[in-house]
């Protein structure tokens, strides 16, 4: 695992931020050890607890606790698509089912795709996609919503997709 | 990715904290806010005593925006005069309650409203560093808000010496990872500490006497928060105005789910009911539908059903209370009549559902929420919220019992004020509520003799399967 000096200065910032205890640094350098390497590895664990002078159970607590951090690389682009009540009532779980046929993913319809906490869920064949049902992203008039990566779409109609996802081949 | 389509205010929304939400041409930066009078709020604030501005919020008998609805002045008076130890301030803007989308517009729109709020509100505390604890699910409002503290900074308005007060404030941005108990105020501080989000159990652990790290913390909203602002320039008594007696100013509901129009608006708290906001505002259920069922106030709130009515208790001509009966849509939007009708105005979110709808499918919806969602510390929630999500599953996979309402209403009535936190009530609330409410289209998905066999996972197949 090489840290680039960037992650680093970033590392570095993030700490500064907690000058009362490092240990709230914790979740701050999960978020940048993920979006760097995609996921959070065995080594990263243990290097995270190095840095924050803590044991490796207090940064794996987290990782298994907070739905967020994968243990698994995702695709190359990670799709997060809301299932809760005001989506699902707007066809989250017809566009989850389209989104999984558009990228080649197996989806088993009910809770589908949604293997647990930590788990990065099916990735496509080419390795460019990854699915995850998640709860609620808090755009409850707009729905069905989802992300891409960091990307936000709101009221995702089916003849939407195909554009979409060609963003990001 | 294409911009969301801009919204033109109703003319029954008043609007004080969206004022600049979806306005044309209005942009995130700090340019555009000065131009349209930011920071003179904070001007104004810190020529004030502390105590002067506290005593503000006080008057303005504001109530916390986030779901209990707990009165701000009331939380801040919790902070001791003379504390030694450090008082911190943090932001909740870890909105995540289902049914629930306001704080989003805030801090991608105008997040430098909620900054001003949070200096004023920091000085008001006697506060030097103060964290916004922002859900992981929003990365883009992460980085807004990182570049809206910057500009603060650059212009004095955050950092050493604020506007040549002497005041010094830092506030950072913090991220959560997709856990929604982060919302529970101690949780979200176990979280900004750097563990799992396990709420503290109260007594001791109010955060206003034994927070963050151990010191006075007050924890906030982000609309909540934004109020302060308005509060210092309008002053507490003139924000008292606005709405009605113990349920003033104005706030945002979102409406979801099977309206026409979908979408958030800032009213005057109780100025009008949920039939007309759902009915004029959001122009009513889909075309050809009948309105079921409405959750009022996000998705712990209790749901109501379209033909309850209720006995509640308003102040007649002569001043003396007489007792009315009403019926759903008659229902003000404010916090006490909707608790006096056995729900809560909670979080703001109303969620509206018509007659296409199964009560048992959406019950089961929500009850995967809790189940995913509870934190595990407490047995009765951490087992209850996963029984009451394998019931309602089984119920759907065509293997409901006979006993399967009485069992689910049981379940939620062990879990509601038997847990450290509200989480207990926000995972009973709507499995109690749907069964009661709807008993009818309970007992249709529970109509086999067979008590459940064990282990549960085999249930649906064993249930349903030839032979049995």
């Known amino acids: 695992m090489q840290i680039p000096p960037e992650l680093t200065a970033q590392i570095d910032e993030a700490i500064s931020h907690y000058p009362v205890s490092k240990r709230s640094a914790s979740l701050p350098l999960l978020h940048l050890f993920q979006e760097h390497f995609g996921y959070i590895s065995e080594e990263a664990i243990v290097w995270i607890a190095e840095k924050l002078e803590l044991q490796p159970i207090h940064i794996l607590e987290l990782v298994t606790f907070y739905p967020m951090f994968r243990r698994k690389p995702p695709g190359k682009n990670h799709i997060r698509v809301c299932k809760t009540l005001s989506c699902a009532l707007a066809g989250a779980e017809e566009l989850k089912t389209k989104l999984c046929a558009a990228t080649g993913i197996a989806c088993d319809g009910h809770g589908g795709c949604h293997n647990g906490h930590g788990d990065p869920v099916s990735v496509s064949a080419d390795g460019q996609f990854s699915i995850e049902s998640v709860e609620c992203l808090a755009s409850c008039g707009s729905g069905p919503v989802m992300m891409v990566n960091d990307d936000f779409y709101e009221a995702v109609t089916d003849a939407e997709i195909p554009t979409i996802l060609s963003q990001y081949k | ?468």
């Open chain 2, 1 to 468: 990715m294409p911009a969301p389509a801009r919204r033109i205010p109703h003319p029954r929304e008043k609007r004080v904290v969206f004022a600049n939400i979806d306005r044309e041409g209005y942009t995130p930066d700090i340019a555009c806010y000065l131009r349209n009078g930011g920071y003179e709020d904070l001007k104004k604030a810190v020529t004030m005593a502390p105590a002067a501005i506290v005593n503000e919020v006080k008057a303005s008998a504001l109530r916390g925006r986030g779901g209990a609805g707990f009165p701000c002045g009331v939380k801040w008076g919790f902070i001791r005069p003379g504390e030694t130890k450090p008082i911190y301030l943090i932001c909740n803007a870890d909105e995540s309650e289902p049914g629930t989308f306001k704080d989003r517009y805030i801090i991608h729109q105008d997040p430098h409203q909620l900054i001003e709020g949070m200096i004023i509100s920091a000085f008001a505390l006697n506060v030097h560093l103060a964290y916004l604890y922002i859900r992981g699910e929003f990365p883009l409002g992460a980085k807004i808000l990182e570049q809206a503290i910057a500009e603060a900074k650059a212009n004095g308005f955050l950092g050493k010496n604020i506007l040549g007060t002497g005041f010094d404030l830092e506030i950072y941005v913090h991220r959560g990872a997709g856990a929604y108990i982060c919302g529970e105020e101690t949780g979200l501080i176990e979280s900004l500490e750097g563990k799992r989000a396990y709420p503290r159990i109260k007594p001791p652990y109010f955060p206003a006497v034994l927070g963050l790290y151990q010191c006075p913390t007050i924890v906030n909203n982000v609309e909540t928060l934004c109020h302060v602002k308005h509060i210092v320039r309008m002053g507490g008594a003139e924000f008292a105005k606005i709405g009605t007696p113990n349920n003033t100013g104005t706030r945002i509901v979102g409406v979801s789910g099977d309206v026409v129009r979908p979408g958030y608006f800032e009213i005057e708290v109780g100025s009008l009911t949920l039939g007309e906001l759902i009915n004029d505002l959001c122009g009513g259920v889909k075309p050809g539908r009948k309105l079921k069922a409405i959750i009022p106030g996000g998705s712990s709130a209790k749901v109501f059903r379209a033909d309850e009515r209720f006995k509640i208790k308003v102040k007649g001509a002569d001043g003396a209370l007489v007792e009315k009966e009403i019926g759903v849509l008659d229902i003000p939007m404010d916090f006490d009549t909707m608790a006096a009708c056995g729900s809560m105005a909670g979080s703001g979110g109303v969620i509206v559902m018509d007659d296409s709808r199964d009560m048992v499918e959406t019950l089961n919806n929500l009850n995967q929420f809790y189940a995913h969602e509870s934190c595990g510390q407490c047995t009765p929630c951490r087992e209850g919220s996963l029984w009451m999500r394998k019931i309602t599953d089984r119920m759907l996979a065509g293997g409901g019992v006979e006993c399967d309402p009485a069992t689910l209403a049981s379940v939620s009535n062990n879990i509601a004020g038997k847990t450290i936190c509200a989480f207990g009530e926000a995972c009973s609330w709507p499995t109690m509520s749907f069964v009661a409410k709807f008993p009818e289209e309970f007992a249709t998905r529970a109509t086999k003799p067979v008590p459940p066999p064990t282990p549960p996972e085999f249930l649906s197949e064993a249930l349903t399967g030839e032979g049995r």
